[in-house]
């Protein structure tokens, strides 16, 4: 099986699952024209975050990495009129972009976007009490995901669901001797994940239009 075999079923897929939406589309539509990296997730994969906010029955969402706010409407589209998502996003231009996709999506009331480092937005979310979250979603810089991790678990409760997009990364995650700080970034967080005594995890491969990569996901099992 091909790239060419993959992209076509995704597209097959997506055709049959992911009817066209005015809200959605636009925003890709506003990122390719700011100029954003195409580095938001599939609509497969945003229907896919969604079904999974569901299934936990999500009243409140912390995302990791916003960029455009694609997966952040997925996401936010799964709460109930009283939920809520946070998400954390670290450049300006990116965060603009995602304040009118999400405004768009009629979702401004639902999402909190917070400008800044996460590394530095995430003690500020604690120090005001934020969370327990039900669901988690990391997908920022890769590098720092060892610490997501970390923020993550203490921002859970038993029941919360972590998902980490990109733990695959085209297959370049076996290699134990890359020096990649993105690959050392995921091995790392994969192993300690693995090794987390307050989660069942598991990370997933899968393919598609946007290649070979897979995510993570876990449910914690302890009050952290
Ligand atoms: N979740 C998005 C894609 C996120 S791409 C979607 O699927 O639609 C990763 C984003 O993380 C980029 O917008 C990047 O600017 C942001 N980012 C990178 N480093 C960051 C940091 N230290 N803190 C917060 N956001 C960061
Ligand atoms: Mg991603």
Redesign the pocket.
Known sequence: MTYEDWSSVDRYITGLFVPPDPALDAAIEAMAAAGLPP???SPNEGKLLHLLARLRGARSIL??????????IWLARALPPDGRLIT????PK?AEVARANIARAGLSGVVDLRL????ATLPQLAAEGRGPFDLI?I???KP?YPDYLAWALKLSRRGTLILA?NVVMEGAVIDAASSDPIVRGIRRFNALLAAEPRVSAIAVQTVGRKGYDGFAMAIVTADP
């Open positions: 580095h938001n997730v995302e990791i990495g916003t960029l455009g706010g694609y997966s952040t954390l996003e670290a450049d990116h800044g480092p996460a590394l979603f997908d920022a810089d720092s997009d």
